[in-house]
């Protein structure tokens, strides 16, 4: 009878541990998944923005910018990239309109 009882507080108290383990997780998992949902100030997102044969235009930039402000994108990476199959655009990189 025994036995059984030590059985039982056993399996009792590796539930309760697996309990407050799994908690724990979950703690932590929220944490992660708030960071990721509410982006601290200290977090800065980048990317890599690549501009194909010069083809931007004052307004393309503007929305681009905005669009990537709402995604919480803090600094870009600016490529220019030709490709001879894309006709080239009227603005070239680094010239006074650019």
């Known amino acids: 009878m025994k ?3 030590y059985g039982w507080v056993i399996i009792a108290l590796a539930s309760l541990l697996i309990s407050l383990n799994c908690t ?4 932590e998992l929220a944490a992660v998944e708030s960071g990721f949902i509410e982006v601290p100030d ?4 980048g990317c890599y ?3 194909i044969s010069d083809n931007i235009s004052k307004e393309g930039v503007v929305k681009d910018l905005y669009a990537m402000k709402k995604a919480g994108i803090t600094r870009a990476y600016i490529g220019n990239i030709g490709l001879d199959e894309i006709p080239y655009g009227k603005v070239r990189i680094f010239s006074p309109e650019w």
């Open 3 to 5: 036995k059984i009882f």
């Open 42 to 45: 200290s977090i800065r997102v």
């Open 49 to 51: 923005w690549y501009w």
């Open 24 to 27: 724990a997780q979950r703690g």
